[in-house]
């Protein structure tokens, strides 16, 4: 665990702190400043798109020329990071063969960026247990932050059309909850939902907070994965099962109420949201996922080409009903399957698949440590194919998944430094 049961939250907090200090102090000049860079990743999260990416692309750049230069390459052993490398090799091929190859090309070439990123946080930047628990506070401070800033708008100028937008501007700040911050708040769910009492009362606290937060950004995809996320947390981490029929019957009831009452989340959680699951044909989903196996029939082998689907969409949709043109078709899996073929899903599932596996085996090792156990939940939940998303290939939602990812990835180390500790 990352507390220490005896002392008060605040001691906890302090010791962590110095414990940060010494691990920064323990390194090269240039990479203790460097490492603080990436440590105040949540924080530029929240700010915009812009500096978000720059704070992601300039780690994955470094990584890289520090693996050239150090000529260190043993993180190319690992099976994820063959299959992610392998799946981007399709993507490239399926991008040249596309009929818009320059665009095409650009895409899938920027797009290993995100995975690299990862790769720098598990074998670079978060080797001492000690930075990844400074992480996970960083990341649960810039979820706080998040949530008093949705509180503010909530307070100031209300929601509009039952959606929130603040610090973007943008319908996306439940996105930065549900992806950004879940590491983070995955812990406070597990400590919630489990037989341990140290700290309960504060973990119970922020995460029902930030799960009303989340439920008044109107972002309902975000919201259910929060909550999905937050209860197998609490199975698969020293569970008491009382607390989880508990909270499984308050689910219950404040779904009822939501049915039979009057109010205004009504239609937006439950009669509007049941409407347009894409299980018929008027549902805005089915025309907008439609598209994507359209599209994989246009050239079932390699695809269309890698974020080819927006500039095609309308050329496809020519003569066909149904079909509601987007800039993705709003699913990984049939975007994969549309932009780069069968062989594209393939080898995409696979990277997918060793990535959950990587984090579930870190569990695995070490159930008792809270860390470990909940890692493999993020990438589990953030790709679990039964949900509508965002681009697979896309700039925003990128930064807030691998960001969450990269971090479930490097619990591992937790595990390492255990391991040379004892």
Known sequence: ?????????????????AETKKALTELP??????????????????????PADAWLT??????????????????????WVRATFAFWGI???SSALSPFPAYSL???????????????????????KRLIHAMFISTAIGMMVMTGILTAEILIVGAQNGRLSWPYGDLVPGNYLAKVGMPAFLIL???????VKTFKFWAILATVFTLIISF?????????????????????????FRILAGLSFAAILVVLIFVFADIPADSRYTRHFFKQLPFHTESIYFKTMIGGFWAFQEAPIFGIGTGNYRLLCEEIAIDLPNIACNTHPHNYYVQLLGET???????????IITIIWFCFVTGARKRSNILAATAFVVPFGLFFPIQTTADFFGQWNNIFLWSAVALALATRNVLSNDDNTS
Do not use: H, Q
Not at 341 to 351: K, R
């Open 341 to 351: 073929g069968i062989i594209g899903l393939i080898s995409g599932s696979v990277m």
């Open 106 to 128: 650009g895409e899938a070439i920027i797009w290993i960026r995100f995975p690299l990123f990862a790769m720098a946080s598990l074998y670079w930047l978060a080797r001492d």
């Open 29 to 50: 000049l240039w990479e203790r400043y460097f490492t603080l860079f990436w440590l105040f990743g949540p924080f530029f999260l929240l700010i915009e798109r812009s």
């Open 216 to 240: 008044l950004t109107g972002e309902r995809i975000n919201f259910i994965l929060r909550l999905c996320s937050g209860i197998l947390a609490g199975i698969v981490w020293k569970p008491d």
């Open 91 to 93: 993507c490239l091929l």
């Open 189 to 195: 769910a597990g400590l919630s939902l489990s037989k």
């Open 58 to 79: 300039i780690v994955a750049l470094t990584f890289v020329v520090r693996a050239l230069l150090k000529r260190d390459g043993t993180f190319l052993r690992a099976f």
């Open 1 to 17: 665990m990352i507390f220490a049961d005896k002392n008060s939250l605040k001691d906890n907090i302090s010791c962590l702190l």
